[in-house]
């Protein structure tokens, strides 16, 4: 069983290598078939969030899956080295119990990777490529992550992404309450900064989307109107607050488009965050006056708050995660020697048919049970003892020593007595 993990992060890559190697979720099915079928790896499985792009496999070479990497977003391996972490056996076990538990997160111990981690694991499990190793590591590493919130304090004083994105309309605005707000996209991520939003009371609240039933969906849950993206262009001007995060392979929101819906405010100042990878908004647009643009790397420093009393709690964290990791260890240890042992019963097997065999055909003759039995038994100890007896007379010098003490051990014996 060989298994690694190896990606990128907000830790070793900036948002724009990030947003490069980032995996559509609608693609993801094809990405991994792709993956395995191309025999890059036995078993996969993708976790690709704003803040990552992972890849956990069971497969013989590492650097054919991560040759993959690079090949499906077209890219050249060289562009992509710099920042990439390979992780083989016990540190690919680790940092998947530190990412689950919230440890290797830009907000330490926030809940929201877990509940990424365990999405990445059904779109492996529907894609067919979740094996029966991943399969125990992932089962592993949610039990572990539930020790550490509920056992430690990793969660105590959390600032999350939307809260920040919060505190920061309203170092802009007096009051959000008197602020019309557009939300572009309806997933989890945007939900979130909803509820936060929503609970302001902002004047009129507006959520776009690809599919006007699922903006009805969330625009009903927050008080708020749907619209299409198609609608964007005019509706952008109305708005004075803006949080995109869609699963879009290009910018939403070009810089013609906000350069017109600022023409059309007055110059009134227009605050977004754009939380998605790919960013949905192009990266020109902060050039623009009058334009607050934050990606998630520009909330870093606002969700700092309260970290202390979460960083005390990392020590009872890790304890926990070593030990996990070392019980997963020795589960991989112990189905390593599965095929010996399955072939030395084989084998033992074969042995005992064969003797079995001997002793019922001198029955059909007429030999007497007593010489048979004894016959079957002197057959079986010699066939048995031939094998470690042979090796024993032919291993030489130190490897002698060493092998006389695996004999005494397998075999309890005690020759001194």
């Known amino acids: 069983m060989q298994l690694f993990a190896f990606g990128i992060n907000h830790q070793t890559a900036p948002l724009a290598v990030r947003e490069q190697v980032a995996f559509n979720a609608d693609g993801m099915e094809g990405a991994l078939h792709d993956l395995v079928q191309n025999g890059a790896a036995k078993e996969a499985a993708i976790l690709s969030t704003c803040n990552r792009t992972e890849l956990y496999c069971n497969a013989a070479q590492p650097d054919h899956a991560i040759d993959w990497l690079a090949q499906y977003h077209h890219l050249p391996r060289k562009d992509i080295d710099p920042y990439l972490y390979t992780l083989p056996r016990e540190q690919a076990v680790k940092h998947s119990f530190r990412v689950a538990s919230g440890l290797d997160s830009m907000v330490l111990g926030e809940p929201q990777i877990l509940g990424q981690m365990k999405q990445a694991v059904r779109q492996a499990e529907e894609a067919g490529t979740l094996g029966f190793l991943l399969h125990k590591l992932f089962q592993r590493t949610f039990s572990v992550a539930k020790d550490v919130r509920t056992q430690t304090e990793i969660g105590a004083n959390l600032v999350s992404m939307a809260a920040a994105a919060v505190r920061l309309a309203e170092r802009i605005f007096p009051s959000i309450a008197e602020q019309n707000i557009l939300f572009i996209g309806a997933g989890e991520m945007i939900e979130l900064n909803a509820v936060h939003f929503a609970a302001r009371t902002p004047k009129r609240i507006t959520v776009a989307n690809r599919t006007l039933e699922r903006a009805h969906g969330l625009a009903r849950r927050i008080n708020g109107h749907a619209i299409t993206l198609n609608e964007l262009p005019e509706q952008l001007a109305h708005h004075d607050i803006i949080i995109s995060c869609t699963a879009s392979p290009l910018p939403i929101l070009g810089k013609g488009m906000v ?159």
């Open 259 to 417: 350069e017109r819906a600022l023409k059309t405010r007055k110059h009134r100042p227009l605050f977004i965050v754009d939380l998605a990878v790919p960013r949905d908004v192009e990266a020109e647009v902060a050039e623009l006056d009058d334009v607050f643009l934050y990606s998630v790397d520009d909330l870093a420093e606002v969700v700092k708050e309260g970290l202390g009393a979460r960083q005390n709690a990392v020590k009872e964290a890790e304890v926990i995660i070593d030990s996990g990791v070392n019980d997963f260890i020795h589960w991989m240890e112990s189905r390593e020697v599965v095929p010996t042992i399955r072939a030395l019963r084989d084998h033992a097997e074969r042995n005992r048919r064969h003797e079995m065999e001997k002793a019922l055909r001198l029955l059909v003759k007429g030999e007497s049970p007593e010489k048979v039995l004894e016959a079957m038994s002197n057959g079986l100890t010699n066939k048995f003892l031939h094998a470690p007896t042979h090796a024993l007379n032919q291993v030489h010098g130190d490897d002698r020593e060493a092998f006389l003490d695996i004999i005494h051990r397998l075999y309890h014996l005690h020759p001194d007595e």
